[in-house]
């Protein structure tokens, strides 16, 4: 039986906020994601596409799609402004749960770095009181997702945020409760900071929820390291890149969650934010069908 299920998201299509002139306007994503041959959806940042229940069922009907999942970003990561978190958390999930998501994915930004001018906002790693309300935070907004939706909470590691290199990651999996919070593991932000990705999944296969499937040019992951780019810095120089020409290898990282023997999203990832309105239509076609020819989709 295929557990895989194969979709993309808006920032594949360089969408990265609510509201943007640079991003392609959401009837043309939802438009060209169907072109691609996609059927499953992420919905992205909240704002960007419709957020009347009614009105998003009825675009994403008209075009045959289904939502994979929701996202929560832009309040920071969960030690911060806890309520306005809780608040945005539940506001996706009702989005989400209306358009039959099933899973929230939580992506922490804007994180330590400000992305267009690569100064520091705060820093790069969390004191001890900061972990401790991150962890229990964590567990708390699950808990309430699972008790109050009947979802799941999938936290989004991500560069340029205190939870992006492994052992920040581990740190986060070994604190929370596993009712409540697994993993949305992204293949191109965890190669980015050099993470041991068939490891996680080896090490957690009970954790990982929901996948994010990106790639990441690793001469380019490099140099952002050695000359402390900013994350946004390295996306406009081209650091995230199409499969199969970069890292993690793809066969192995898909051979490795069909292991899992669980019913998984593996949601195409490829920022590219700013990106020209003709660039990502046929990058997302020709990736969709290198997946499909390399992994066991359902």
């Given amino acids: 039986m295929r557990r895989l299920r194969l979709g993309s998201c808006p920032d594949s299509w360089g969408v990265w906020y609510a509201d943007d002139p640079r991003q392609t306007p959401w009837p043309r994503f939802l438009d060209e994601l169907v072109t691609a041959g996609y059927h499953w959806l992420e919905l992205g940042p909240y704002g960007y596409l419709p957020t009347?229940?009614?009105?998003?069922?009825?675009?994403?009907?008209?075009?045959?799609?289904?939502?994979?999942?929701?996202?929560?970003?832009?309040?920071?990561?969960?030690?911060k402004d806890f309520p306005a978190v809780l608040a945005e958390t539940?506001?996706?999930?009702?989005?989400?749960?209306?358009?039959?998501?099933?899973?929230?994915?939580?992506?922490?930004?804007?994180?330590?770095?400000?992305?267009a001018t690569g100064g520091y906002r705060e820093a790069a790693e969390l004191s001890t009181d900061q972990w401790r309300d991150l962890l229990a935070n964590t567990t708390t907004l699950g808990r309430m997702l699972a008790e109050e939706y009947g979802m799941s909470l999938r936290f989004h590691p991500h560069a340029d945020y205190q939870?992006?290199?492994?052992?920040?990651?581990?740190?986060?999996?070994?604190?929370?409760?596993?009712?409540?919070?697994?993993?949305?593991?992204?293949?191109?932000?965890?190669a980015y900071r050099r993470a041991d990705v068939l490891g996680l999944i080896r090490q957690y296969?009970?954790?990982?929820?929901?996948?994010?499937?990106?790639?990441?040019?690793?001469?380019?992951?490099?140099?952002?390291?050695?000359?402390?780019?900013?994350?946004?810095?390295?996306?406009?120089?081209?650091?995230?890149?199409?499969?199969?020409?970069?890292?993690?290898?793809?066969?192995?990282?898909?051979?490795?969650?069909?292991?899992?023997?669980?019913?998984?999203?593996?949601?195409?990832?490829?920022d590219m934010y700013p990106v020209d309105f003709d660039v990502p239509l046929p990058i997302a076609t020709r990736t969709r069908r290198y997946l499909e020819e390399t992994g066991d989709f359902g």
């Fill in 52 to 79: 009347d229940p009614a009105r998003l069922a009825d675009e994403l009907a008209a075009r045959g799609l289904r939502c994979a999942a929701g996202t929560v970003g832009g309040v920071g990561g969960p030690h």
């Fill in 205 to 270: 296969p009970d954790r990982v929820g929901y996948v994010h499937l990106k790639q990441m040019d690793p001469a380019l992951a490099a140099r952002a390291a050695a000359e402390d780019w900013a994350f946004g810095q390295a996306v406009r120089l081209g650091v995230s890149v199409a499969p199969p020409s970069g890292a993690p290898e793809v066969p192995a990282v898909l051979k490795a969650l069909e292991d899992l023997d669980a019913e998984l999203f593996v949601v195409v990832e490829q």
């Fill in 90 to 115: 539940r506001r996706v999930a009702g989005l989400t749960r209306a358009a039959g998501g099933r899973d929230v994915v939580f992506v922490p930004v804007p994180g330590y770095r400000d992305d």
């Fill in 163 to 190: 939870v992006e290199y492994q052992s920040q990651v581990e740190r986060l999996l070994d604190g929370t409760d596993p009712r409540f919070v697994s993993l949305c593991l992204d293949t191109g932000h965890l």
